[in-house]
C-alpha cells in the first residue's frame, strides 16, 4: 500500500475544517482519511502534489470510482449484449461504442463533480431539489432496475458455470457468499481491493481477442463509419440490440454508484483532477473490452450456422472454444465470472447507498455491520434474492430478461440525464462547480440522441416494415432538434463579454452547505411542462419496450 503523505508535519489549512464542519455530508464515517486499494492520503495532507512521484502516488490512491463503476458496467448483460451484437451483425454495430465514449464521460465527470462537493448522493439531492414524487419515483425506479440487473448478474454465473462443468446451486450460493463477505468486512480498503483485484480480471478478454485475431482493418472501418445492418423488417430488432448497448454501456445505475462512492471515498473537490484521470483509465478499459467481445465474437461465428442465432453467453463461449481451442472458451467463461461479481458488487452497493440517503440510516463502507445495519441489510437482501430468482428461473425466462434489463436501461436513461443536467446547473448545490455552457450544449444534445433512440424503436415497433429512409428521416429530424438546442444553451450561456460566466475562484475548498439551508429551487411552467412531458415520454417507451419482449418471445 502507498502512503501519500509528503510530509505529515504539515497543518491543515485553516478553510479545511471550516469546510468539513460546513458540509452537508449525511454519514460522517464520509469524512476522514482517504484509504483507497493502492494507497492512503490523510486528512490533514495539504502539501501541494509537485513532480511525477508525488502525483502518481496521489492517482494510485485516488483510483477506484471511475475504474470500479467503469469495469462494472462491462457485466453479464454486457456480455450478453455485445456477444448479441457481435454474433447477429458482426462488427457492424461497433460505431455505437465510439458513439458512447463522451456521452459517458460527460454523464460520469457530472456525477463525480457532485459527489465531491455536495457530499450527498444522487436520490438524496433529487429529493430535496425536485420534491417528493420524484425523489420517490428515481429511488423506486432505481431499486426496480437493480434488482432486475442484479438477477442477469447471477444469470451469468450460472451460464460461466454451467461451462466450466461446476454445479450451478453451489456456484450461485458461493458466488452470493464471496459479494456479501467482500463487503461485511467494515473496511473500506479491503473492499475496494477485492473490486480493483475483479478489474484486472477484466483484462482476461484481450488475451482472446488475439488468440481468435479478427480482421483489424475491418473493426477500425466499422468502429468510424456508421452502419445499420437488417433491411425492411429488421430494423425493430436492430434498434433493440443499439439500444441495449446503450443500456448496458450507458446504465442509469451508474450514476447513483459513482456518486455515492465518491463520498464513501472521502475525495473532496482538491483531487478532482486525479479522478477525473481515474475515469478515463476505466472509460478506456470498458471500450476495449466491449470492442473486443464484439470483434472476437463476429469473427468466431464469421461463416458458421450459428452466426445470426444468439442464445446467450455460453453459447458464445462454445462458438469461442470452436474457433480457437478449449482454453479460449474457459477464459470467456472466467471473465463472464469475473464480470458478474463485480457488476454485483456495484449493482447492490447504488441501491443501498440510495436507501441509505433517502431514509437518513448510516451508509457507509468504513462502518461495520452494527454500525450500518439498515445499509448491510439492504445489500444482503438484494443479493440474496436475486440469487434465489435465479436459481428458480429457467434458461429462455433467463435469456429475455437479461435483454429486457439491458433495454430499459436504455429507455431510462434520458430521465436520468435530465436530472443530471438540472442537478450540475442548480447554484445552490454546486455554486462555482456548475456546468459552463459547453458542458450544457453536449449534454442536451447527448438527452436527444437518447430519445430518439427510443423513438426509433417505438416507431419499429409500431410499424414493423419501416424502411431504412424512414430511420434516417427520423434520425435527421431529431438531429436538427438537438442541434438547435444545444446552440441555444451555448449562446445563452455566451451573452455578455466572456464565454464562461461563473465565477470559479477559490472552488477547491467550496462544498455544498447543508441541505436544510439552501432555499427550494423555483419549478417554473416550462419546467413544469418539461417535467410533465418527461412522465409521459418514459410511460410510453416502457411500454413499447414490454411489447417488443413480448412479440420477441412470442416469436420464439
Not at 423506486?140 to 462443468?165: R, S
Not at 472476437?296 to 450459428?306: P, S
Not at 452497493?349 to 451508509?363: E, M, N, P, R
Request: proline share 4%; glycine share 10%; with cysteine.
Amino acid at each position: 500500500m502507498t502512503n501519500v503523505t509528503l510530509n505529515p508535519k504539515v497543518p491543515a489549512a485553516p478553510t479545511a475544517p471550516i469546510a468539513a464542519a460546513q458540509s452537508a455530508v449525511l454519514d460522517d464515517a464520509h469524512v476522514g482519511d482517504i484509504k483507497g486499494a493502492l494507497g492512503t492520503i490523510r486528512l490533514d495532507d495539504t502539501t501541494p502534489r509537485h513532480g511525477l512521484s508525488a502525483r502518481l502516488k496521489t492517482l494510485l490512491a485516488i483510483i477506484g470510482p471511475g475504474l470500479i463503476v467503469m469495469v462494472g458496467d462491462n457485466d453479464a448483460g454486457a456480455f450478453s449484449t455485445y456477444g448479441q451484437a457481435g454474433q447477429n451483425y458482426g462488427t457492424q454495430l461497433l460505431w455505437t461504442l465510439l458513439m458512447l465514449v463522451p456521452v459517458l464521460y460527460v454523464n460520469q465527470e457530472m456525477v463525480l463533480r457532485l459527489g465531491a462537493v455536495t457530499g450527498v448522493g444522487h436520490a438524496r439531492l433529487i429529493l430535496e431539489r425536485f420534491g417528493k414524487f420524484w425523489g420517490a419515483f428515481s429511488v423506486i425506479d432505481l431499486f426496480l432496475l437493480n434488482a432486475l440487473t442484479l438477477v442477469t448478474e447471477f444469470i451469468g454465473v450460472t451460464l460461466a458455470a454451467g461451462y466450466l462443468g461446476l454445479p450451478k446451486v453451489a456456484s450461485v450460493v458461493l458466488a452470493a457468499a464471496i459479494i456479501i463477505a467482500s463487503a461485511f468486512t467494515g473496511s473500506f480498503q479491503r473492499f475496494e481491493r477485492v473490486a480493483v483485484t475483479l478489474c484486472v480480471g477484466s483484462l482476461l478478454l484481450v488475451p482472446i481477442y488475439f488468440m481468435i485475431h479478427p480482421r483489424t482493418s475491418q473493426m477500425a472501418h466499422d468502429f468510424v463509419v456508421p452502419s445499420m445492418p437488417g433491411g425492411s423488417g429488421q430494423l425493430a430488432a436492430v434498434m433493440l440490440v443499439i439500444t441495449s448497448i446503450v443500456g448496458t454501456t450507458v446504465a442509469p445505475w451508474q450514476l447513483f454508484f459513482q456518486q455515492s462512492y465518491v463520498i464513501d471515498k472521502r475525495i473532496t473537490p482538491r483531487f478532482m483532477k486525479y479522478e477525473k484521470v481515474d475515469l478515463w483509465i476505466g472509460i478506456v478499459i470498458v471500450i476495449v473490452g466491449a470492442a473486443a467481445m464484439i470483434g472476437f465474437t463476429a469473427a468466431a461465428f464469421a461463416g458458421t450456422d450459428g452466426f445470426g442465432q444468439f442464445s446467450d453467453a455460453a453459447a458464445v463461449a462454445k462458438g469461442i472454444e470452436d474457433k480457437a481451442g478449449h482454453l479460449a472458451g474457459i477464459l470467456f467463461a472466467i471473465a463472464l465470472l469475473d464480470a458478474s461479481i463485480i457488476g454485483a458488487f456495484a449493482v447492490s452497493l447504488s441501491t443501498a447507498y440510495a436507501i441509505g440517503d433517502v431514509f437518513g440510516i448510516k451508509h457507509s463502507l468504513h462502518r461495520g455491520v452494527k454500525g450500518a445495519k439498515g445499509f448491510y441489510a439492504v445489500y444482503a437482501g438484494l443479493v440474496a434474492v436475486a440469487a434465489a430468482i435465479t436459481l428458480l428461473s429457467n434458461g429462455y425466462t433467463q435469456g429475455l430478461m437479461t435483454q429486457f434489463v439491458q433495454v430499459l436501461a436504455g429507455v431510462l436513461l434520458p430521465s436520468a440525464t435530465v436530472f443530471l443536467l438540472l442537478l450540475c446547473n442548480d447554484k445552490a448545490v454546486l455554486g462555482p462547480w456548475v456546468n459552463g455552457p459547453k458542458t450544457n450544449a453536449f449534454t442536451s444534445a447527448v438527452v436527444g440522441v437518447l430519445v430518439m433512440l427510443s423513438l426509433i424503436l417505438t416507431a419499429a415497433v409500431v410499424w414493423p416494415d419501416i424502411s431504412s429512409a424512414a430511420i434516417l428521416w427520423i434520425m435527421a429530424g431529431c438531429g436538427v432538434t438537438g442541434v438547435l438546442v444545444a446552440g441555444y444553451f451555448f449562446t445563452a450561456g455566451r451573452r455578455g463579454t466572456k464565454e464562461d460566466p461563473i465565477d470559479r475562484t477559490g472552488r477547491e475548498e467550496w462544498r455544498m452547505p447543508p441541505l436544510e439551508t439552501l432555499a427550494k429551487p423555483v419549478m417554473s411552467t416550462a419546467r413544469k411542462v418539461g417535467m410533465g412531458a418527461l412522465r409521459a415520454y418514459l410511460l410510453i417507451a416502457m411500454i413499447m419496450v414490454i411489447i417488443k419482449v413480448v412479440q420477441t418471445a412470442l416469436n420464439h
